[in-house]
């Protein structure tokens, strides 16, 4: 079974912060793909990888930046984190070909 | 941009009913058309995908396609109260950027 570790699981921060939400893969899966889940909306992409050093921009970018600095690990941040942005984040790996994709366990964000 | 729609937003069937859960997209382009299932507090596990029109079974799951249509749906046969979950709909591309985007997910509860 494909593994895939988000880091932390919850995390409480303050208007203005920065926040960095981490994932790990261990499927040696060329991309990765950051989304957001709220209710009435489903997952939105934010930001996908095809592999180390590239990112792209998802459907809502805006207010977040990506960072993918190896094929294991793939880095969401938040450089002015904002209310808006209290959501339930979830980090996926795939092989690149149109198969199924793997979700971590999520992280639960609440900016105050 | 892809547009995808799932309807119903929510069902609640009886134990041992049929249930059906619909997906349109907008991008006529779409080669891969998957079902995700997400119990509560968990994360998104693929249940089954499809490729070409017409219709796949997997035990009491058939998932149907029609491209002209812009359609594709779930059907459940025999619902069983642990099929109760979010059900979401995913759509991509099978070339060039392997974007999955979702739908804002069908809500099911099977009551006994």
């Known amino acids: 079974e494909a593994a895939v570790t988000q880091s932390p699981r919850n995390k409480v921060a303050v208007t203005g912060g920065k926040v960095t939400l981490s994932c790990n893969q261990t499927n040696n899966h060329n991309n990765m793909y950051w989304y957001r889940q709220d209710t009435g909306h489903g997952l939105r992409l934010i930001h996908y990888?095809?592999?180390?050093?590239?990112?792209e921009k998802g459907d809502i970018p805006d207010g977040y930046k990506a960072s993918r600095p190896s094929q294991e690990n793939f880095s969401l941040i938040l450089e002015l984190a904002t209310p808006s942005q209290t959501s339930v984040y979830f980090c996926?790996?795939?092989?690149?070909?149109?198969?199924?994709?793997?979700f971590g366990k999520g992280t639960r964000l609440t900016v105050v | 941009q892809q547009k995808v729609q799932q309807s119903p937003e929510s069902l609640i069937v009886p134990e041992g009913a049929m249930t059906s859960l619909n997906c349109t997209f907008s991008d006529s382009a779409s080669q891969y058309f998957a079902w995700y299932r997400q119990h509560s507090g968990k994360a998104p596990k693929a249940l089954m995908s499809i490729f070409s029109n017409g219709e796949k079974e997997e035990g009491r799951f058939t998932i149907h396609l029609n491209k002209a249509s812009l359609h594709f749906s779930l059907h459940i046969r025999d619902s069983q109260p642990s099929d109760s979950a979010l059900y979401l709909c995913?759509?991509?591309?099978?070339?060039?950027?392997?974007?999955?985007?979702f739908g804002a997910g069908t809500r099911l509860k099977v009551i006994a």
């Open positions: 990888s095809y592999g180390a050093g590239s990112t």
């Open positions: 995913a759509v991509s591309r099978n070339t060039g950027n392997y974007k999955y985007v």
């Open positions: 996926a790996s795939g092989t690149g070909v149109a198969t199924e994709v793997f």
